[in-house]
């Protein structure tokens, strides 16, 4: 089963500054890769998917890079909407969609 | 606009059944693969376990490990519903499960990321 690591457990940022969020594969998932917005007492929003691709709707400041085994999720410039928790998740490995174990940007 | 509404969540003793149902408007249910996913509460970061996944046809079936040989994922595509039959639950399984629709748009050689959630359904297994 694929393990998916991201780091940092908790970013705290206030509006305004850059996030930078990271997630590690113990093995590749190529590109196929997803990033999950989820805010308390919500279910969980598609952001980005294939690593870097923006979900229809979201906004330009979220962005995704990387391939292989190291990805990153970028917020270019903290709203007050965008403090909540973010997880990735593979979709590449059958029979394990794993997700990475969050992290949660606070203000 | 596309709608997923769960259902049958509960209280159940160890070693009981529980049977999760999802129904789902606003789309075509027939030509989309599903999955069940699950989140434990109230343990600080909450994290998303994928559970299990049904392509369209029904045709492939796919299980978490801790959840294979206890957990059925099944679906009515007549009824646009999509099931989970829980069987010999633990304590462990305590959690909201979501039922959760698999893109055929967002796709990259085949590849497709779950694009909508339903709201949840709380399973509690305890004595």
């Known amino acids: 089963e694929i393990v998916l690591t991201q780091s940092p457990v908790t970013l705290s940022l206030s509006p305004g500054e850059r996030a930078t969020l990271s997630c590690r594969a113990s093995q590749s998932v190529k590109n196929y890769l997803a990033w999950y917005q989820q805010k308390p007492g919500q279910s969980p929003r598609l952001l980005i998917y294939s690593a870097s691709n923006r979900a229809t709707g979201i906004p330009a400041r979220f962005s995704g890079s990387g391939s292989g085994t190291d990805f990153t999720l970028t917020i270019s410039s903290l709203e007050p909407e965008d403090f909540a928790v973010y997880y990735c998740q593979q979709r590449y490995s059958w029979p394990g969609f794993t997700f990475g174990p969050g992290t949660r940007v606070d203000l | 606009e596309v709608e997923l509404v769960e259902s049958g969540g509960g209280l159940v003793q160890p070693g009981g059944s529980l049977r999760l149902s999802c129904v789902v408007s606003g789309f075509n249910f027939n030509a989309h693969s599903m999955d069940w996913v699950r989140q434990a509460p109230g343990k600080g970061l909450e994290g998303l376990e994928w559970v299990a996944h049904m392509t369209s046809g029904g045709n492939g079936i796919y299980y978490a490990d801790s959840v294979k040989g206890r957990f059925t994922i099944s679906r009515d595509n007549a009824k646009r519903s999509l099931f989970l039959q829980m069987d010999s639950l633990r304590v462990d399984d305590t959690a909201v499960y979501y039922c959760?629709?698999?893109?055929?748009?967002?796709?990259?050689?085949?590849?497709?990321?779950?694009?909508?959630w339903g709201q949840g359904a709380l399973v509690t297994v305890s004595s």
């Open positions: 959760a629709r698999t893109s055929r748009l967002l796709c990259t050689n085949g590849i497709c990321p779950i694009d909508s």
